[in-house]
């Protein structure tokens, strides 16, 4: 079975450009993650859905950061405009319905570089 | 603030030898999760101990939860130069994940 797909794996983009990674949840999966990782603050949720619907929005990541479940099995983040202080491994999560926030597999991750 | 945070930032040992990451959490969870997460990879659950359970197992790895103290242990035995990776603790309330900022263990020959 595949597991959670993302992609690009690595994105350079120049301050106030637009990006949008993609994710691509486990088959059969109804609950969708965004997070973003750093060094210094470690990982902070940016988004949740339940079956498409979202449950979480973000709180402070929300003026530049929008995620989107465009049907059971894509989502996309999109950050515009982009920042320096942006930089940092995104990463998208996806579990069963049953699982939860107990049971999430992660995907590889996409290295945002924002220069 | 960290509302979950490993006590160590980095440890080392040598292949064979046990190995033991503590977390401390804040708030009243519904779960403790282990993480670990190797270079270029996403984190993967290692084991999940529910706030009624007092110690679980998952072959080498042995996951303990103290709800009075608010405090976890993992534990590795028989450590492999393949477990070097970052060991996050991460308290569950709801679909709220709360990350440590991880524990990065190094195993060495």
């Known amino acids: 079975d595949a597991g959670v797909t993302q992609t690009p794996r690595h994105e350079v983009a120049e301050k106030g450009q637009t990006i949008i990674l993609k994710c691509e949840p486990v088959s059969g999966h109804n609950d969708l993650f965004w997070y973003r990782q750093t060094k210094i603050q470690g990982l902070e949720l940016l988004s949740y859905?339940?079956?498409?619907?979202?449950?979480?929005d973000g709180g402070a990541f929300k003026d530049r950061f929008k995620a989107e479940m465009l049907n059971s099995s894509f989502s996309t983040l999109k950050i515009q405009p982009t920042e320096p202080k942006d930089s940092a491994v995104y990463l998208c999560?996806?579990?069963?319905?049953?699982?939860?926030?107990?049971?999430?597999?992660f995907g590889p991750g996409t290295r945002l570089t924002v220069l | 603030s960290q509302l979950a945070e490993e006590n160590s930032w980095a440890l080392s040992v040598h292949e064979g030898e046990s190995v033991t990451v503590n977390c401390s959490y804040k708030?009243?969870?519904?779960?403790l999760q282990w993480y670990r997460q190797k270079s270029g990879k996403g984190p993967a659950q290692l084991i999940l101990i529910r706030s009624n359970e007092r110690e679980k197992r998952n072959g080498r790895l042995r996951a303990t939860l103290d709800t009075s103290s608010q405090s976890s242990s993992l534990s590795i035995t028989a450590t492999r130069c393949e477990d070097t990776a970052v060991y996050f603790c991460a308290s569950t309330g709801g679909y709220k994940v709360v990350f440590g900022s991880g524990t990065r263990l190094l195993v060495s020959p």
């Open positions: 859905f339940r079956s498409k619907s979202l449950m979480e």
């Open positions: 708030t009243s969870i519904t779960a």
């Open positions: 999560a996806s579990s069963s319905r049953t699982g939860g926030a107990l049971e999430q597999y």
